[in-house]
């Protein structure tokens, strides 16, 4: 599967931005998808995930209650919409897809990755 992520841009602290995943070669809808960052000099890190079906949804603590990952398999899409962003939310977002219904976090169990969009949070 190939992925495209799209999005990302220079926003002041406070501010939202949506990320978009679009996916294409194969059946989208048996795909996990998930959102990784990576800011400069740091590893990359997990970010969200949501499963197959869109059922279950998993984000990293220091996102949680601020970001929302959603798809939409009719268009096979995946979305992350980031609220209330923090200068250290700044890095390059990665979208990214497993073969799989088990949403998970670990950058290793991902497949498939996106070329990843730049988020810029200024203070």
């Known amino acids: 599967v190939q992925l495209q992520a799209s999005g990302g841009g220079l926003v002041q602290a406070g501010g939202s931005l949506r990320l978009s995943c679009a996916a294409s070669g194969r059946t989208f809808s048996s795909y996990a998808m998930g959102w990784f960052r990576q800011a400069p000099g740091k590893e990359r890190e997990f970010v969200a995930a949501i499963s197959w079906s869109g059922g279950s949804t998993y984000y990293a603590d220091s996102v949680k209650g601020r970001f929302t990952i959603s798809r939409d398999n009719a268009s096979n899409t995946n979305y992350l919409q980031m609220n209330s962003l923090k200068p250290v939310d700044t890095a390059v977002y990665y979208c990214?897809?497993?073969?799989?219904?088990?949403?998970?976090?670990?950058?290793?169990?991902?497949?498939?990755w996106g070329q990843g969009t730049l988020v810029t949070v200024s203070s």
């Open positions: 990214s897809a497993r073969p799989s219904r088990v949403v998970v976090s670990d950058t290793k169990r991902y497949e498939f």
